[in-house]
């Protein structure tokens, strides 16, 4: 089956710790993008990929840093210097952008600093 | 700046009902692309409909239609004959012709039996 796969669904990050969170898809989209949901606020994003190897920042791109070696992946790491990492990120992908076309989800990743 | 802004932010309705949920937004853009978008307690995103801004008629998928003002910068989503697996996040989100999804902050819809 095609799709989105956000591993892992539960996150528990100690403070000054940089964690990782994992976003595949096997869409064969070219854009993929990382968002950060809290409750009141919606979806903010963080970075988006149009195509590989290169990537903009978002809204709110400080704290986080991601890569995107192959067209399948694109992995969000949540450094240290994020404030208030806590929060449910989501991924998502689009065919060439999200203008015309539909963007699938995820399901998500809980991250909880501890 | 675009901005997008729903004033409702909890809505309940009684099954079979019909509801609107309002979104209103700010853009100096002349094209660019509408979305609502419904997540439930899964939390997995689905898109429910889509409009595009150089489209007069408005979008209609069985149930969920949009009324689409772009004069006043106002999408609309109407549910009829509501379902108790309506039961979810509402949002809507824009592409302003930047290829990104912006997202106003949701309404939370309850469907009540």
């Known amino acids: 089956d095609g799709g989105i796969t956000q591993s892992p669904k539960y996150l528990f990050r100690k403070e000054g710790q940089n964690v990782t969170l994992s976003c595949e898809q096997n869409?064969?989209?070219?854009?993929m993008y990382w968002y950060r949901q809290d409750p009141g606020q919606g979806l903010r994003l963080i970075y988006y990929s149009q195509i590989v190897n290169d990537f903009q920042k978002g809204d709110i791109a400080e704290g986080y840093s991601v890569s995107r070696e192959k067209k399948e992946s694109f992995p969000l790491t949540v450094t240290s210097a994020q404030k208030n990492p806590t929060a449910f990120y989501l991924c998502?992908?689009?065919?060439?952008?999200?203008?015309?076309?539909?963007?699938?989800f995820g399901q998500g990743t809980r991250l909880t600093v501890v | 700046a675009q901005t997008v802004t729903q004033s409702q932010p909890e809505m309940s309705v009684q099954e079979a009902e019909t509801v609107t949920l309002s979104c209103t937004y700010d853009t100096s853009e002349s094209n660019y692309y509408l979305f609502w978008y419904k997540q439930p307690p899964s939390r997995q995103m689905i898109l429910v409909i889509r409009q595009e801004a150089y489209k007069q008629q408005n979008a209609t998928e069985n149930r969920f239609s949009v009324n689409f003002q772009k004069a006043a910068k106002s999408f609309s989503l109407k549910i009829s004959d509501s379902q108790l697996g309506d039961t979810a996040m509402y949002f809507c989100a824009f592409d302003f012709g930047n290829e990104k999804l912006t997202f106003g902050t949701g309404t939370r819809l309850t469907i009540i039996p």
């Open positions: 869409l064969n989209h070219d854009a």
């Open positions: 998502a992908s689009s065919p060439t952008g999200t203008g015309n076309t539909e963007a699938f």
